[in-house]
Protein backbone atom coordinates (compact mmCIF):
# COMPACT_ATOMS: atom_id res chain seq x y z
CA UNK A 1 0.00 0.00 0.00
CA UNK A 2 1.31 3.37 -1.08
CA UNK A 3 3.07 5.16 2.50
CA UNK A 4 -0.07 8.10 2.94
CA UNK A 5 -3.51 7.28 1.92
CA UNK A 6 -4.05 9.56 -1.41
CA UNK A 7 -6.41 9.07 -4.11
CA UNK A 8 -6.00 10.25 -8.00
CA UNK A 9 -8.10 11.67 -9.28
CA UNK A 10 -8.52 10.92 -12.97
CA UNK A 11 -8.99 13.03 -15.77
CA UNK A 12 -7.39 12.31 -18.70
CA UNK A 13 -8.82 9.51 -21.11
CA UNK A 14 -6.29 8.00 -22.10
CA UNK A 15 -4.91 6.56 -18.61
CA UNK A 16 -8.79 5.56 -18.14
CA UNK A 17 -8.24 3.40 -21.21
CA UNK A 18 -5.19 1.90 -19.78
CA UNK A 19 -6.39 1.05 -16.31
CA UNK A 20 -9.33 -0.41 -17.96
CA UNK A 21 -7.17 -3.40 -19.00
CA UNK A 22 -8.15 -6.87 -16.37
CA UNK A 23 -4.10 -7.07 -15.57
CA UNK A 24 -3.77 -3.81 -14.88
CA UNK A 25 -6.20 -3.55 -12.53
CA UNK A 26 -5.59 -6.58 -10.80
CA UNK A 27 -1.61 -5.54 -10.54
CA UNK A 28 -2.90 -2.08 -8.89
CA UNK A 29 -4.82 -3.53 -6.65
CA UNK A 30 -1.96 -6.33 -5.58
CA UNK A 31 0.27 -3.59 -5.01
CA UNK A 32 -2.56 -1.43 -2.93
CA UNK A 33 -3.12 -4.38 -0.96
CA UNK A 34 -0.15 -6.51 -0.37
CA UNK A 35 2.57 -3.85 -0.71
CA UNK A 36 5.51 -3.62 -2.70
CA UNK A 37 6.63 -6.25 -4.99
CA UNK A 38 8.74 -7.32 -7.31
CA UNK A 39 7.79 -8.19 -11.09
CA UNK A 40 8.30 -11.80 -10.22
CA UNK A 41 5.92 -11.95 -7.25
CA UNK A 42 3.20 -10.48 -9.19
CA UNK A 43 3.31 -12.89 -11.71
CA UNK A 44 3.26 -15.23 -9.36
CA UNK A 45 0.36 -13.44 -8.04
CA UNK A 46 -1.51 -12.88 -11.33
CA UNK A 47 -0.42 -16.06 -13.09
CA UNK A 48 0.54 -14.14 -15.92
CA UNK A 49 4.17 -14.55 -17.75
CA UNK A 50 7.23 -11.84 -16.21
CA UNK A 51 7.22 -10.37 -19.42
CA UNK A 52 3.69 -9.74 -19.25
CA UNK A 53 3.84 -8.23 -15.80
CA UNK A 54 6.39 -6.10 -16.26
CA UNK A 55 4.62 -4.44 -19.79
CA UNK A 56 1.51 -4.01 -17.89
CA UNK A 57 3.43 -2.25 -15.10
CA UNK A 58 5.04 0.08 -17.63
CA UNK A 59 1.95 1.35 -18.70
CA UNK A 60 0.71 1.51 -15.10
CA UNK A 61 3.78 3.97 -14.35
CA UNK A 62 3.52 5.49 -17.49
CA UNK A 63 0.06 7.33 -15.98
CA UNK A 64 0.88 7.66 -12.51
CA UNK A 65 -0.39 4.34 -11.35
CA UNK A 66 2.80 2.52 -10.12
CA UNK A 67 5.91 3.55 -8.90
CA UNK A 68 9.44 1.98 -9.26
CA UNK A 69 11.05 0.84 -4.89
CA UNK A 70 14.32 1.07 -5.85
CA UNK A 71 15.19 1.27 -2.23
CA UNK A 72 13.83 -2.35 -1.67
CA UNK A 73 16.04 -4.03 -4.43
CA UNK A 74 18.74 -6.05 -3.21
CA UNK A 75 20.82 -6.02 -6.76
CA UNK A 76 20.35 -4.07 -9.90
CA UNK A 77 18.67 -6.76 -11.66
CA UNK A 78 15.37 -6.24 -9.02
CA UNK A 79 12.95 -3.95 -9.70
CA UNK A 80 10.37 -3.39 -6.94
CA UNK A 81 7.08 -1.38 -7.98
CA UNK A 82 4.72 -0.04 -5.18
CA UNK A 83 1.26 1.95 -6.18
CA UNK A 84 1.24 5.64 -6.20
CA UNK A 85 -1.72 6.07 -5.01
CA UNK A 86 -4.50 4.39 -2.14
CA UNK A 87 -7.30 4.62 -4.33
CA UNK A 88 -8.32 6.14 -7.91
CA UNK A 89 -11.23 8.27 -8.39
CA UNK A 90 -13.35 9.89 -11.22
CA UNK A 91 -16.70 11.23 -11.52
CA UNK A 92 -19.03 10.44 -14.63
CA UNK A 93 -20.59 13.55 -14.59
CA UNK A 94 -17.52 15.82 -15.52
CA UNK A 95 -16.82 13.60 -19.24
CA UNK A 96 -20.07 14.06 -20.41
CA UNK A 97 -19.50 16.61 -23.07
CA UNK A 98 -16.24 15.07 -24.07
CA UNK A 99 -17.21 11.95 -26.29
CA UNK A 100 -13.44 10.73 -25.92
CA UNK A 101 -13.42 11.06 -21.86
CA UNK A 102 -17.00 9.50 -22.00
CA UNK A 103 -16.16 5.99 -23.72
CA UNK A 104 -13.21 5.93 -21.37
CA UNK A 105 -14.88 7.00 -18.12
CA UNK A 106 -17.44 3.61 -19.33
CA UNK A 107 -14.93 1.67 -20.58
CA UNK A 108 -12.85 1.46 -17.42
CA UNK A 109 -16.41 1.02 -15.54
CA UNK A 110 -16.91 -1.68 -17.05
CA UNK A 111 -13.73 -2.96 -16.17
CA UNK A 112 -14.01 -2.51 -12.58
CA UNK A 113 -17.63 -3.52 -12.80
CA UNK A 114 -16.16 -7.09 -14.20
CA UNK A 115 -13.71 -7.07 -11.48
CA UNK A 116 -16.35 -6.85 -8.82
CA UNK A 117 -18.41 -9.30 -10.55
CA UNK A 118 -15.24 -11.90 -10.58
CA UNK A 119 -14.34 -11.00 -6.96
CA UNK A 120 -18.23 -12.02 -5.92
CA UNK A 121 -18.07 -15.34 -7.69
CA UNK A 122 -14.65 -16.08 -6.26
CA UNK A 123 -16.38 -16.08 -2.62
CA UNK A 124 -18.88 -17.70 -3.87
CA UNK A 125 -17.41 -20.33 -4.82
CA UNK A 126 -15.40 -19.91 -1.75
CA UNK A 127 -18.25 -20.02 0.86
CA UNK A 128 -18.88 -23.54 1.62
CA UNK A 129 -15.47 -23.47 2.92
CA UNK A 130 -15.43 -20.82 5.35
CA UNK A 131 -16.81 -20.85 8.47
CA UNK A 132 -20.40 -20.41 9.22
CA UNK A 133 -19.71 -16.69 11.93
CA UNK A 134 -18.15 -15.29 8.36
CA UNK A 135 -20.89 -16.65 6.08
CA UNK A 136 -23.89 -14.65 8.71
CA UNK A 137 -22.25 -11.43 8.09
CA UNK A 138 -22.35 -11.79 4.31
CA UNK A 139 -24.78 -9.32 2.77
CA UNK A 140 -26.23 -8.71 -0.42
CA UNK A 141 -29.58 -6.74 -1.70
CA UNK A 142 -30.69 -4.13 -3.80
CA UNK A 143 -33.46 -1.73 -2.99
CA UNK A 144 -35.64 0.77 -5.29
CA UNK A 145 -35.88 3.97 -4.28
CA UNK A 146 -37.85 6.59 -5.78
CA UNK A 147 -35.34 9.99 -4.87
CA UNK A 148 -34.53 13.34 -6.98
CA UNK A 149 -31.16 14.14 -8.07
CA UNK A 150 -30.60 15.75 -4.78
CA UNK A 151 -31.56 13.43 -2.87
CA UNK A 152 -29.34 10.61 -5.12
CA UNK A 153 -26.54 13.43 -4.02
CA UNK A 154 -27.18 12.97 -0.32
CA UNK A 155 -27.35 9.16 -0.57
CA UNK A 156 -24.16 8.95 -2.42
CA UNK A 157 -22.56 11.73 0.50
CA UNK A 158 -24.08 9.10 3.31
CA UNK A 159 -22.37 5.89 1.40
CA UNK A 160 -18.96 7.60 1.38
CA UNK A 161 -19.22 8.47 4.98
CA UNK A 162 -20.21 4.85 6.22
CA UNK A 163 -17.40 3.54 3.94
CA UNK A 164 -14.95 5.97 5.29
CA UNK A 165 -16.07 5.39 8.79
CA UNK A 166 -15.71 1.62 8.04
CA UNK A 167 -12.16 2.06 6.11
CA UNK A 168 -10.81 4.37 9.61
CA UNK A 169 -11.62 1.00 11.53
CA UNK A 170 -9.94 -1.31 9.06
CA UNK A 171 -6.69 -2.74 10.29
CA UNK A 172 -5.22 -5.79 8.92
CA UNK A 173 -3.46 -6.62 12.33
CA UNK A 174 -6.29 -6.59 15.01
CA UNK A 175 -6.69 -10.18 15.79
CA UNK A 176 -9.55 -12.00 14.03
CA UNK A 177 -9.53 -9.27 11.18
CA UNK A 178 -9.80 -10.49 7.75
CA UNK A 179 -10.68 -9.00 4.16
CA UNK A 180 -13.82 -7.52 3.69
CA UNK A 181 -15.23 -5.77 0.01
CA UNK A 182 -17.92 -3.17 0.91
CA UNK A 183 -19.01 -2.70 -3.20
CA UNK A 184 -21.73 -0.54 -3.40
CA UNK A 185 -23.65 1.20 -6.43
CA UNK A 186 -26.18 4.20 -6.95
CA UNK A 187 -27.37 4.75 -9.55
CA UNK A 188 -31.24 6.21 -11.87
CA UNK A 189 -33.07 3.33 -12.95
CA UNK A 190 -32.94 3.17 -16.72
CA UNK A 191 -35.93 3.51 -18.52
Not at 52 to 67: D, I, P, R, W
Not at 97 to 103: L, V
Amino acid sequence: MPESSSALHLTDPRAMRALAHPTRLRLLGELREHGPQTVGMLSDLVDEAVGSVSYHLGKLAEHGFVVEAPELARSRRERWWRAAHTRTEWEPFEVLDDPERKAASDLLRRAVLQRYADRLQAYLDAEATLEPHWVRGTANSDNLLHLTSDELLELRADLEALAARWTARSDPERPGAERVALIYHAFRWPR
